[in-house]
C-alpha cells in the first residue's frame, strides 16, 4: 500500500529556510504527478507546490519566488526547499499525488513552524 513519510520540519525564524524531504513506497513514483500541501490551524488544507512526472512545476502565489519542489525518482523521493519563510508559513505540511479524486491516504506530515 501507499505509504508517505514526510521529513525536514522545524522551528525556523522569519526569513529563515528549511527543506523538506518525502519518502514514497508502494507506487510507481516516477509517473507521478506529486505536490506538497499545507494546513495551517483552522484552516484547510491547500496545495501550494506540484511536479509532474516530466518535470513542470507550479506553485502558489503565496509561495511563488520562495518555495521550490523538486524530486528524485531514483530515490522516490520528493523535496521543497522553503526559503524567505514568514510566519504565514506555519503550518503542517503533507506530500501526496495531484489527482481530480480526493486522497484517501495521507501521511503523518512534517510540522513547520515560523518564529517572528
Request: with cysteine; net charge positive.
Amino acid at each position: 500500500q501507499v505509504q508517505l513519510v514526510e521529513s525536514g520540519g522545524g522551528l525556523v525564524q522569519a526569513g529563515g529556510s528549511l527543506r523538506l524531504s518525502c519518502a514514497a513506497s508502494g507506487m510507481i513514483f516516477s509517473i507521478n504527478f506529486m505536490g506538497w500541501y499545507r494546513q495551517a490551524p483552522g484552516k484547510q488544507r491547500e496545495l501550494v507546490a506540484t511536479m509532474t512526472s516530466d518535470g513542470n512545476t507550479h506553485y502558489a502565489d503565496s509561495v511563488k519566488g520562495r518555495f521550490t519542489i523538486s524530486r528524485d525518482n531514483a530515490k522516490n523521493t520528493m523535496y521543497l526547499q522553503m526559503n524567505s519563510l514568514k510566519r504565514e508559513d506555519t503550518a503542517v505540511y503533507y506530500c501526496n499525488r495531484v489527482s481530480s479524486y480526493p486522497n484517501t491516504y495521507w501521511g503523518q506530515g512534517t510540522q513547520v513552524t515560523v518564529s517572528s
